[in-house]
T-cell receptor, first 115, second 117 residues
């Protein structure tokens, strides 16, 4: 079984400040981790993923995430937040990359960036 | 990146009618498609997984006779909500996964907002 926890329903930051959206996971095998962003009434857009290799993953729109195996975390970060980053963010995990594995999504975190 | 489209983007229907939602992969072959349901400010709930040419696998608690899924080709999957009722009102999102470089990623459609009166 696999699971994802996003402990914060809401994250508020001021524009220009760094932001962090937290994610922890649980899988029985190797974790394959993803971050998606969703704008109102839209589908999910892929931001970044960790498959293997460097623990620090860089993605779209200046976002990055750090894979920490010992803490089973994959927090999303951005050095300087923009108002346009305000959206709903989902973390997802799979333990089967090449088979019929399904992604498990966290409950989502609403990020609000204030001017 | 790979593009997934959904049609319609929104639909309003009367209770008791059936509604069909289309999901297309525009520039890749989708060997697997996923259908999700999302309630306001909530996460995605996986409804079913379909592989091209075979029957869909439904998640526990999802009525397969109510939510008919067809994945007839490598670029098209449809979700038909039969005899829709107000409690079926939701945001439905499809996602597709394909071969080659797209295999380890899911690409999401823009979603379909269904409102049943």
């Amino acid at each position: 079984a696999q699971s994802v926890a996003q402990p914060e329903d809401q994250v508020n930051v001021a524009e220009g400040n760094p932001l962090t959206v937290k994610c922890t996971y649980s899988v029985s095998g190797n974790p394959y981790l993803f971050w998606y962003v969703q704008y109102p009434n839209r589908g999910l857009q892929f931001l970044l993923k960790y498959i293997t290799g460097d623990n620090l993953v860089k993605g779209s729109y200046g976002f990055e995430a750090e894979f920490n195996k010992s803490q089973t975390s994959f927090h999303l970060k951005k050095p300087s937040a923009l108002v346009s980053d305000s959206a709903l963010y989902f973390c997802a995990v799979r333990d089967d990359l090449f088979g019929a594995g399904k992604s498990t999504f966290g409950d989502g975190t609403t990020l609000t960036v204030k001017p | 990146g790979a593009v997934v489209s959904q049609h319609p983007s929104w639909v309003i229907c009367k209770s008791g009618t059936s509604v069909k939602i289309e999901c297309r992969s525009l520039d890749f072959q989708a060997t697997t498609m996923f259908w999700y349901r999302q309630f306001p400010k909530q996460s995605l709930m996986l409804m079913a997984t379909s592989n091209e040419g075979s029957k869909a696998t439904y998640e526990q608690g999802v009525e397969k006779d109510k939510f008919l899924i067809n994945h007839a080709s490598l670029t098209l999957s449809t979700l038909t909500v039969t005899s829709a009722h107000p409690e079926d009102s939701s945001f439905y999102i499809c996602s597709a996964r394909g071969r080659d470089i797209t295999y380890n990623e899911q690409f999401f459609g823009p979603g379909t907002r269904l409102t049943v009166l």
